[in-house]
């Protein structure tokens, strides 16, 4: 601990810098931070910790919210969106008891890191990698408000079909759900991807590509390179922040949230997923269906099995279900196939050496809290695998055909994913056990986000849109 305080202050020598910010994780998946200027780091900063009131968080009762915030000094990076040096870390929740702290088993980074020692315990792998693709929106200005007497809200940016009346316009916008790949000079936010992709590689994100995807009015997508489950979530957070502050400094405004624009596409968080044991791949068999292993199988069965409960962590806004609708390549059933966007459960066909060999969940968004998302993914696989759930003799696929294009007959034959939050929330209540395995996702942890989640949903339930006083203010 002496070293890491060492080299930590020495860093800050070096680079100048005054401030170390520390970040935490509230319970819906934000990032909430304090700061201490620099020279009170030391070693009683990484042993004792920070203390703060849980309760504010969202994740303990106000009777017992005393807490700790233990920082991970190899976390440590600089911040590249503050006025002064400053350096960024994250770290771990700690519940204050005597005679030892000890690791508070809700707090949402606590939760992942449980999932991955579970794994380990049952000996079916020591390695869970995801590798999530980070879809979202940059707009010239958003403007939003929910009063009593007024609600609305308006979106724009110069390369929408919206905007091509205009009488200053440049003629270069991007056509209606015609954005994928497209090119320079409609795409305007070029200079910005490449800004943001650096500065998450400057974070140690490590990006694969990115690129304008299908959605015209400014829908983009960075993919990232696979880790491990924990240390992915936290590259999640550090990219969403990145997204959102570049976007800000470049004088534009982004979103991850599901389905901004009606009519267009929405932005997803698709999640690749591989198991590794002793090093080696364990979802590669050249004699399986698409290439993949029995325990492949097992865990997609796992993921199929639970995948109305799973919606309630990885979709957990209302905004996420007018995502996962027909017609703009979501998901809305719960089904497997090679190479085929429409079912829940895509196997890449282009993935097809050992090491390469995995599949996507198609259904998360970003709107999750991405500790729990990949956390609850892991424990349905692992479910799946432990109850050898065979996804085919359960009548999930394979669906190599467009799920899109079901006659009504098929689309009572097939299940769907629920057709809204409060469905999702009914299933988890249902079907939780998975989770609760091995003591990974806490029952209060659950029992609070069915709570905080149920009070969310009837809240916007409540509210007129604008889309109903348009339909039936004349009734």
């Avoid at 030391?42 to 849980?54: N, P, W």
């Avoid at 006025?83 to 005679?99: K, N, Q």
């Avoid at 795409?187 to 943001?196: A, K, S």
């Avoid at 990232?224 to 990145?242: F, G, H, R, W």
Wanted: glycine share 8%; net charge negative; proline share 6%.
């Amino acid at each position: 601990m002496p070293e890491k305080v060492a080299e930590i202050l020495a860093f800050c020598r070096e680079n100048h810098i005054k401030l170390i910010d520390f970040k935490t994780v509230d319970l819906q998946g934000r990032w909430r931070h304090i700061t201490i200027p620099a020279e009170r780091f030391c070693e009683d900063t990484l042993r004792c910790g920070i203390g703060f009131d849980g309760s504010n968080f969202g994740y303990a009762s106000v009777e017992k919210s005393d807490m700790v915030f233990v920082p991970d000094p190899d976390s440590a990076q600089l911040d590249p969106f503050t006025a002064l040096p400053t350096l960024s870390m994250t770290g771990d929740v700690l519940v204050i008891e005597e005679p030892e702290n000890h690791r508070f088993g809700q707090y949402a980074r606590s939760v992942a890191q449980r999932a991955e020692e579970y794994m380990r315990e049952t000996g079916i792998a020591d390695q869970a990698i995801v590798g999530p693709e980070f879809e979202f929106y940059v707009f010239d200005s958003a403007s939003f408000m929910s009063r009593p007497n007024m609600g609305c809200f308006r979106l724009d940016t110069g390369e929408a079909d919206w905007n091509t009346g205009l009488p200053d316009g440049k003629g270069y916008q991007v056509a209606h759900h015609d954005g994928y790949h497209a090119a320079l000079p409609q795409d305007v936010t070029y200079d910005l991807r490449n800004d943001i992709c650096l500065k998450m590689d400057d974070w140690g994100v490590k990006v694969k590509y990115h690129h304008h995807e299908v959605g015209g009015p400014g829908q983009l997508e960075v993919e990232v390179e696979p880790e491990n489950l924990t240390e992915m979530a936290d590259k999640t957070m550090i990219t969403k922040y990145i997204i959102k502050n570049a976007a800000a400094k470049a004088g534009k405004t982004a979103t991850l949230m599901p389905k901004p624009i009606h009519g267009e596409a929405g932005s997803g968080m698709h999640v690749h997923i591989w198991l590794r044991k002793d090093g080696k791949p364990l979802f590669y068999d050249p004699n399986g269906y698409s290439s993949l292993s029995d325990t492949a199988l097992y865990f997609i069965g796992g993921l199929l099995k639970h995948a109305a409960s799973l919606c309630a962590i990885t979709n957990p806004s209302t905004n996420s279900f007018k995502r996962l609708v027909p017609g703009f390549e979501a998901p809305v059933t719960i089904g497997y196939a090679t190479a085929n966007r429409s079912s829940i459960i895509r196997i890449p066909a282009y993935a097809k050496t050992p090491d390469q060999k995995r599949f996507e969940l198609r259904n998360p968004d970003a709107t999750c809290n991405p500790y729990y998302a990949f956390a609850a993914i892991l424990m349905a696989g692992l479910d799946g695998i432990q109850n050898k759930i065979d996804p085919h003799a359960n009548g999930w696929g394979p669906y190599d055909f467009n799920l899109f294009n079901l006659s009504e007959e098929d689309k009572k034959r097939i299940q769907g994913l629920p057709k809204s939050l409060d469905e999702a929330l009914d299933a988890l209540e249902q079907d939780h056990g998975y989770l609760t395995a091995g003591g990974v996702f806490p029952e209060e942890l659950i029992q609070n986000w069915l709570k905080l989640k149920r009070a969310e949903a009837e809240e916007i339930s409540r509210i007129p849109t604008p889309a109903e006083f348009q339909r039936y203010y004349t009734m």
